[in-house]
């Protein structure tokens, strides 16, 4: 498919899983899994895009705010969006010589299904609406715009960095 449409532009890995896991009943299966669906399949998906994408080409990783802030009983999905923070920023030096950009956004709390779920939980909440004291929880379309923004040539001097998108939680 890549090359009838000339190759690829821009990747955007947005996939993602989450479950709360208090630390004392965490189990090794569960850490693979948050591993395989946030960071694994980032990469994967990298490897097999890189062929396809040319000079001033863009990757856009997903990672998390939680990956480096405060967030109790999410041992699972922040350990491996920090991951993917890590990868992003080395990729971004292995392209770097290809004029490939490589960056991270990183949402805070954004009124998904999945973030549904996760209220859903019986987790005490009072402690992100200490840290997030712009917006409750952002909108999708506010992401995709940033999103947009980080794939498109007005953001062709960004790379091997994390744009926030968290309703001014990090402040």
Known sequence: MAGRLDGIDVLFNIA???????????????LRQAFEVNLVGTV???????PHLGKRGAIIN?????????????????????????????LAAELAPRKIRVVAVSPGGVATALTQAVAQEKIDFSFFSRVMPLLPFGKPEQLAGMMAF?????????TAVELRADG????
């Not at 990672?63 to 992003?88: D, H, I, N, Y």
């Not at 980080?150 to 960004?158: E, F, P, R, T």
């Not at 001014?168 to 402040?171: D, N, V």
Request: charged letters at 15%; hydrophobic letters at 40%.
């Open 16 to 30: 993602g899983m989450h479950v709360t896991t208090p630390m004392e009943t965490i189990t090794a299966d569960q």
């Open 62 to 90: 997903t990672a998390s705010t939680a990956a480096t802030r405060r967030t109790p009983s999410w041992l699972r999905m922040p350990r491996a969006k920090g991951a993917v923070l890590a990868f992003t920023i080395s």
């Open 44 to 50: 994967l998906m990298c490897r097999e895009v890189m």
């Open 150 to 158: 980080a794939g498109s040539y007005d953001a062709s001097y960004i």
């Open 168 to 171: 001014g939680s990090y402040a």
